[in-house]
């Protein structure tokens, strides 16, 4: 979805983690987004888990925001609220959940 709404969520679930973001002043691509993200460990497997969030630039380059880590175990989470803006402009915010073992990705979801 463009940049259409002043609110916007994005969510996804993988064995072991889901979590997902609210967008906030999403005005035109141009703006400084707020972004609040939560995060839950959901399987006892000795794993952790992080999230990141997506975005697409204009001409469609999709940037990769940094990871954030959850190390709490099975059953806890941990939230950010946090902002972004790009020079090339948010036309897209996604969210990717993903369970690792060390620097390893086990498995993840997307949702744009």
Request: glycine residues 12%; without cysteine; neutral net charge.
């Given at each position: 979805m463009s940049p259409a709404?002043?609110?916007d969520y994005r969510w996804c679930s993988t064995t072991g983690a889901n979590g997902g973001v609210t967008i906030t002043n999403w005005t035109d691509p141009?703006?400084?987004v707020g972004l609040s993200i939560g995060l839950n460990d959901t399987?006892?497997?000795?794993?952790?888990v992080r999230i990141r969030i997506l975005s697409k630039q204009s001409g469609g380059n999709?940037?990769?925001?940094p990871w954030?880590?959850?190390m709490g175990g099975a059953?806890?989470?941990d939230s950010w609220d946090t902002t972004a803006s790009d020079d090339r402009g948010l036309f897209e915010i996604g969210v990717?959940?993903?369970?690792?073992e060390g620097d390893h990705k086990l498995n993840s979801c997307t949702d744009w």
């Open positions: 709404h002043a609110e141009g703006a400084t399987k006892a497997d000795s794993h952790h999709v940037v990769h925001w954030r880590k959850h059953g806890t989470g990717e959940v993903a369970v690792f």
